[in-house]
């Protein structure tokens, strides 16, 4: 064996050890001390070695704990939703008419990325207040302020599209970039309308891209704390904001645990959901006006 082989050989279990051993370190060993911590008990901020299920139990039996959950997967669903929704007009516009400023066009929606998590959402609170900026101009004008957006699960959602919007364009943009535009002329040729080539021919093969952007945008919602905290207020708690309170003031690890625990699950249930509605045979990418 020549050592040029030997090299080529060890090469690739070298390469696929590196990324497992981050893995492990980073999440499968995070994730497993989370789930056994789960089965322990918090007593006086102290943690007990006491194996039970009863964090389970009290999520399963408290009623306040659904109703986080339920009101968060709603929150997420209709926050993806309408990201998608908006990302998807962006995207095409983008494709279709940015030419050779397409990438200039993408990156400028990674400019909110620049500045932290808090002060984009401190920002929001600056437009949507009392006093915010949007109010201040309806004033101005001489009409009545809006008063039912602020402290509101309405303004959650608004905070929350607006976290995670740039994530979605983002993966709608690449999917259509890889999209061969020929197809719609094709369809075009043989009598189909714009509308319509668009919904059996431009949709269904981004579909698996439109998807990804959703679970991308979906999954981080279910957890999420800074925006339904400054902008929902008390009444609209997320199942994020009650786990993060059982780390914090309550001290609750235990039962803190049991919920990322829960959480985790219901992200891996959502995700294979997602991935039952792709059909991977009709969405092969093969390059947005190439030829």
């Known amino acids: 064996m020549t050592r040029r082989n030997f090299a080529s050989r060890a090469a690739g279990p070298l390469l ?3 990324p497992t051993l981050f893995l492990l370190a980073l999440f499968v060993v995070p994730l497993a001390s989370m789930v056994v911590l789960s089965f322990w008990r918090t007593e006086n901020y102290h943690i007990v070695q006491d194996w039970n299920v009863g964090n389970y139990v009290t999520l399963a039996t408290g009623g306040a704990y659904v109703t986080f959950l339920i009101r968060s997967l709603v929150m997420a669903t209709v926050v993806s939703v309408v990201s998608v929704a908006v990302a998807w007009p962006v995207s095409y516009a983008i494709i279709l008419y940015g030419g050779r400023y397409r990438l200039l ?3 400028a929606f990674a400019v909110p990325f620049l500045t932290g998590e808090v002060l984009r959402v401190i920002a929001l609170q600056g437009l949507l207040g009392p006093l915010g900026l949007i109010n201040g101009v309806l004033m101005a004008l001489g009409a009545a302020p809006l008063r039912f957006i602020m402290y509101t699960n309405v303004a959650s959602a608004i905070g929350l599209v607006y976290l995670y919007l740039p994530i979605v364009v983002t993966v709608i943009y690449l999917s259509l970039l890889n999209f061969d535009a020929r197809l719609i002329d094709a369809a075009k040729i043989f009598g189909a309308s714009p509308l319509r080539a668009f919904f059996e021919v431009t949709w269904p093969l ?13 999954i981080p919602c279910l957890s999420a704390t800074l925006a339904p905290r400054f902008l929902g207020g008390p009444n609209g708690t997320l199942y994020g904001m009650a786990m993060a309170q059982q780390f914090g003031e309550s001290g609750t690890w235990a039962l803190g645990a049991a919920m990322g625990v829960v959480l985790f699950l219901t992200s891996i249930l959502a995700v294979l959901a997602i991935g039952m509605r792709v059909n991977l045979r009709r969405t092969g990418f093969t390059g947005f006006g190439r030829g």
């Open 105 to 107: 066009f993408t990156l």
């Open 206 to 218: 981004n579909l698996f891209g439109t998807l990804i952007g959703f679970a991308l945008c979906f």
């Open 16 to 18: 696929l050890g590196v």
